[in-house]
C-alpha cells in the first residue's frame, strides 16, 4: 500500500501475526481513502460494533458468504464507492483551487482600484494646485507688470502639465531597460525639435532590467525635460542615470540633470513647476530636487525599481 493506491481491502479478522482487527486501524489512520471490508466468522454483536467502530469499515461480511450473489455485489459496492468518493475529492479540489484564484483575483483587482484611486487622488490634487498657481498668477499679474503673452504661457505650461499626467493613468507595472528608456527619450527629444542640446551618460555597471511603472517614469522625464529645460536654447543640458541597490529587491535610479542656470526660467517658476511634479513622483516612491550649485542648475530625479 506504500508503493500503490489500494481502492478495497478485504480483511479476515483471524490471521497469523496480526489479527484483523490491528490490521484496520493502521490501515484507517494511514489510508483513510482506502475502503474496508472484514470476513469473519463473528457474528456476536458486542465484536461486531467494536470491529465497524474502530475499523471504521464499508461492510461485514459473515462466514460462510455466498461469492456471486453476495460477496462479488459488496465488492462492487465498495469499488463504486470508492470511486465516488475519489471523485468527490477530485472536485473538491478543483473547487478549492479555483476559489484560490477567485480570491487572487479579487485581491488583484482590489490592488488595481486602490492604485486608480489612489492616481486619481494625486491628479485631483494637482488641478487644485494648478488652480492655485493659477488664480496667485492672475491675482498678481497687473502688479508685477507682465505682458499678456507671459501669463498665457504660463496657463498653457500647466494644461499642458495636467494633460501629460492623464494619458498614464491608470498605469501599469512592467519589466523594463534603463538604456531603452534613455533611447526614447533621445527620440522624443529629437521628434521635439528642442533647441536645447542633451548630452547623456549612464551607468554600464547598471542592473540590465527593472520592473516598475515605465510609462508614470518616462512622463516625468519627458516633463522635466519639456518644462524646465525647453529655455535653455543652444545650452547643454546633460543626464547621468546612475544606480544603487537598496535591498535584494529594489534599486533606486537616480536621472541628474545639470545646466548652466542663468539659462533657466526663473527660479520661482521652477520650484512651482518642481512641486508639481513631485506629487508625480511620490507615485514611483522617489523624490524630486532642485540645487543651485555655482553657475549650474541640477535637478535630481530618483525613482524606486524592483530588480
Keep these: 500500500m506504500e508503493r500503490e493506491n489500494i481502492s478495497v481491502l478485504v480483511t479476515d479478522m483471524k490471521m497469523p501475526g496480526m489479527n484483523g482487527l490491528e490490521l484496520l486501524k493502521i490501515v ?3 489510508y483513510p481513502d482506502t475502503i474496508r ?3 469473519s466468522g463473528y457474528t456476536q454483536l458486542p465484536q461486531v460494533l467494536v470491529t465497524v467502530n474502530q475499523g471504521d469499515i464499508f461492510k461485514f461480511v459473515t462466514k ?3 461469492l456471486e450473489n453476495e460477496f462479488k455485489f459488496v465488492l462492487r459496492e465498495a469499488v463504486d464507492y470508492y470511486n465516488f468518493k475519489d471523485e468527490q475529492r477530485k472536485v473538491k479540489e478543483a473547487l478549492e483551487k ?3 484564484t477567485f480570491q487572487n483575483m479579487l485581491r488583484k483587482y482590489d490592488d488595481i482600484i486602490k492604485e486608480v484611486k489612489g492616481e486619481v487622488a494625486q491628479v485631483i490634487a494637482i488641478n487644485n494646485q494648478v488652480f492655485d498657481e493659477i488664480n496667485h498668477r492672475v491675482l498678481n499679474w497687473d502688479r508685477k507688470k ?7 504661457d504660463t496657463l498653457r505650461t500647466y494644461e499642458d502639465f495636467v494633460t501629460s499626467v492623464l494619458e498614464v493613468i ?5 519589466r523594463f531597460n534603463i538604456k531603452t528608456m534613455i533611447e526614447e527619450l533621445k527620440l522624443y527629444i529629437r521628434d521635439n525639435e528642442f533647441l536645447t542640446r542633451f548630452e547623456f551618460g549612464v551607468d554600464d555597471n547598471m542592473i540590465k532590467s527593472y520592473r516598475g511603472r515605465y510609462e508614470f517614469v518616462f512622463q516625468i522625464l519627458k516633463n522635466i525635460v519639456r518644462l524646465l529645460f525647453v529655455d535653455a536654447m543652444g545650452k547643454t543640458v546633460s543626464l547621468v542615470v546612475s544606480s544603487q541597490v537598496i535591498d535584494d529587491d529594489q534599486a533606486r535610479i537616480s536621472f541628474i540633470f545639470e545646466v548652466e542656470f542663468d539659462v533657466l526660467k526663473p527660479m520661482e517658476d521652477i520650484e512651482n513647476l518642481i512641486g508639481l511634479m513631485k506629487l508625480l513622483v511620490s ?3 522617489g523624490d524630486l530636487t532642485a540645487r543651485q550649485m555655482n553657475d549650474h542648475m541640477v535637478i535630481i530625479f530618483n525613482a524606486m525599481f524592483n530588480i
Design 28 to 30: 484507517r489512520q494511514k
Design 37 to 39: 471490508i472484514v470476513l
Design 64 to 66: 460462510p458468504w455466498d
Design 98 to 100: 479555483k476559489n484560490v
Design 146 to 152: 507682465q505682458a499678456p503673452e507671459a501669463l498665457i
Design 170 to 174: 491608470p498605469t501599469t507595472t512592467k
Design 283 to 285: 507615485n514611483v516612491h
